[in-house]
């Protein structure tokens, strides 16, 4: 059997702002999965969906805040330091740079993400650099042969790349693991369109999180339509 490789998973997003959807789902798949460290990464400008609705700073300070006592998640905000539009490629090119070929990284996405996936600059290239750990919902039905469009593309890499979580311990990238798991029903849109509407958010986001929002005045104005 392979040796285990130090491991390290990256979780991605606007974060938006952040809430328990996030923080839980990133915990689960750390514990689920073994990983040595989970780092949420915030994207400054993501090209494939809309900008944020708040500064980088103020996202960058929510997501420290939501994090503070909670030693199995940390933040990397590589993406918010280095500006302009965020490639993910950029960002596991550095990483990779940085860490050698010893580590093993993995990048983790949600299925609907995944579906996206050809549209994504350099994307080939990903699978190069990192693992790619992919979130479904139970139930959810994935690609297969014989699908349109993107959906094809999708199929045929996963059955070149199917892995197990094994090969995330032993190898340093070039599998795609599926996971299925149960996401709480949290959207950072709802939760823009609950502030912007007047009402209160409470009991979906972190405490500290919200009284920062409520300090800064944050999400006043109607919330853009973008993500989750």
């Known amino acids: 059997m392979a040796s285990k490789r130090r491991t390290i998973a990256l ?11 996030h923080l839980r789902m990133a915990l689960e798949l750390r514990q689920a ?3 040595g460290e989970m780092r949420l990464l915030p994207s400054h400008r993501p090209r494939h969906r809309e900008s944020p609705g708040v500064s980088a700073v103020h996202r960058r300070e929510m997501l420290s805040l939501a994090l503070r006592g909670c030693d199995e998640l940390s933040m990397d905000d590589r993406e918010l330091v280095r500006g302009g539009d965020t490639y993910t490629v950029d960002t596991l090119e550095q990483l990779r740079g940085e860490l050698g070929d010893g580590v093993s990284v993995s990048f983790c996405m949600g299925l609907d993400s995944l579906l996206t ?7 080939e290239r990903l699978l190069e650099l990192a693992h790619l750990v992919v979130v479904a919902r139970p139930g959810w039905r994935m690609p297969r042969k014989g699908d349109g ?25 070039g599998r795609l693991v599926v996971r299925e798991q149960t996401l709480l029903p949290i959207s950072a849109t709802d939760i823009r369109n609950l502030i912007s509407g007047g009402q ?4 979906l986001l972190p405490a500290a999180v919200l009284q920062y929002i409520e300090d800064n005045q944050l999400y006043r104005q109607a919330a853009p339509a973008a993500g989750k």
Request: aromatic content about 14%; cysteine-free.
């Open 11 to 21: 979780f991605g997003g606007t974060f938006d702002p952040v809430h328990f959807g």
């Open 117 to 123: 996936l050809p549209a994504w600059h350099r994307w």
């Open 33 to 35: 999965l073994g990983f």
């Open 200 to 203: 209160s958010p409470r009991f």
């Open 149 to 173: 469009g993107a959906e094809a593309e999708v199929a045929e890499l996963l059955a070149r790349r199917a892995g197990e979580v094994e090969h995330l311990h032993s190898e340093p990238g």
